[in-house]
């Protein structure tokens, strides 16, 4: 199928386009159930987006939770996939409260994982696909990139509480640095380190011009060498790096992402190397990933639906089957959407208005 037929909704457009580019890497299509046991997110209700899950019992008296993530399902499952590295990808509907609505929706979300011996060559690969991702959504978009490690090296060597510090990468997250410096203070931190966790955290940009600022504040670092060899690799114009991007630090380790696209206010894609999860959920394995939320988009989404059809045809009575069957498959030809009704119902959004004719198909208005 064509993802460019006008027969496809946007969101259904989006989806073609990522199975396309993910496919060209060599993933595969993951498969999973619509729910999982409800144990499975209470053990690690802070990685997902949201904690109000739908939950049921089983005939066996397990309570099941329809799934309100797709990262925690592929881990659990992560088992069967053997040695070394499985890179795959899914879209799922999965169910949880939609930040346009606020109530419970059944929402499709695509992305991927890679999971096994993690390497940079495949960080870099899944950096860049984040980039293409971003890109088959709208030309307008930015990709932040964060590494975890090099925040939490300079927070380690702090020697603050563990209250103290999740405050502190909460104020990083908001982008609030006299706040975190004032945390900082009174918690007694050495002034030259609070100046040099906030010189890094302030960096925001291009890599080409945030790394060589970051490496005069940071000598010889290995962490920020990484960084600089993964995004180098990418070497997309849509990366920038942004040390805000602070996904929970319990779960995620390294590299770290947050997508946005143009008239959209919050992320779209978001991912980042788990290990952390990995190995909370007994898994000695590396793993990588990325989502890209499809309720997110649908400001965009609204857009495209300007029309709900590109043709009405009106006829009347006295027209024959064969003849409206003709004009419908005439209009057809041209790529239209085509509607044939008697009248025109209330609200029904299009882009022409025919009408079938003595003379054959007539047009009435042209909204296009």
Do not use: W
Not at 35 to 41: A, I, R, T
Not at 336 to 355: G, Q
């Amino acid at each position: 199928m064509n993802i460019s037929d006008s027969t496809l909704k946007y969101d259904e457009k989006v989806i073609f386009k990522l199975r396309s580019i993910y496919e060209k890497y060599g993933f595969a299509r993951f498969k999973m159930s619509k729910f999982e046991e409800y144990d499975l997110y209470v053990k690690n209700k802070d990685f997902l987006i949201s904690d109000s899950v739908i939950t049921f019992t089983d005939t066996n008296g397990k309570l099941m939770a329809l799934k309100p993530d797709v990262t925690l399902s592929i881990i659990k499952n992560s088992k069967e996939f053997g040695e070394g590295l499985q890179k795959v990808y899914y879209d799922e509907n999965v169910y949880r409260v939609s930040n346009g609505t606020h109530s419970f929706k059944e929402l499709m979300q695509v992305g991927l994982e890679c999971i096994g011996d993690i390497d940079d060559y495949c960080v870099c690969e899944v950096l860049k696909l984040a980039a293409d991702s971003l890109r088959s959504i709208s030309e307008k978009a930015v990709l932040d990139v964060s590494h975890l490690g090099i925040v939490a090296s300079i927070i380690d060597d702090m020697d603050i509480s563990n209250q103290c510090r999740i405050d502190v990468m909460k104020c990083i997250g908001q982008k609030n640095i006299h706040e975190m410096n004032n945390i900082l203070s009174l918690a007694e931190v050495d002034a030259q380190k609070i100046e040099l966790l906030a010189n890094v955290v302030s960096l925001y940009g291009k890599p080409s011009i945030v790394l060589p600022k970051l490496e005069k504040l940071l000598k010889n670092n290995e962490l920020v060498a990484e960084l600089k060899n993964i995004t180098e690799a990418v070497d997309d114009d849509i990366l920038c790096i942004d040390f805000s991007v602070v996904n929970d630090i319990n779960y995620y380790s390294g590299i770290v992402f947050k997508g946005f696209v143009e008239g959209v206010p919050e992320g779209v894609l978001s991912g980042g190397r788990y290990d952390r999860l990995m190995k909370k959920m007994h898994s000695k394995k590396g793993a990588i990933g990325f989502a890209v939320y499809l309720d997110v988009l649908e400001r965009i989404m609204d857009v495209s639906r300007n029309y709900d059809i590109d043709t009405v045809l009106l006829y009347s009575a006295n027209k024959s089957l064969k003849q409206i069957k003709n004009a419908v498959e005439e209009l057809n030809k041209n790529g239209d959407r085509v509607l044939a009704l008697k009248s025109v119902p209330k609200k029904l959004r299009y882009k022409k208005l025919a009408e079938l004719t003595e003379n054959g198909v007539e047009i009435l208005e042209n909204n296009a």
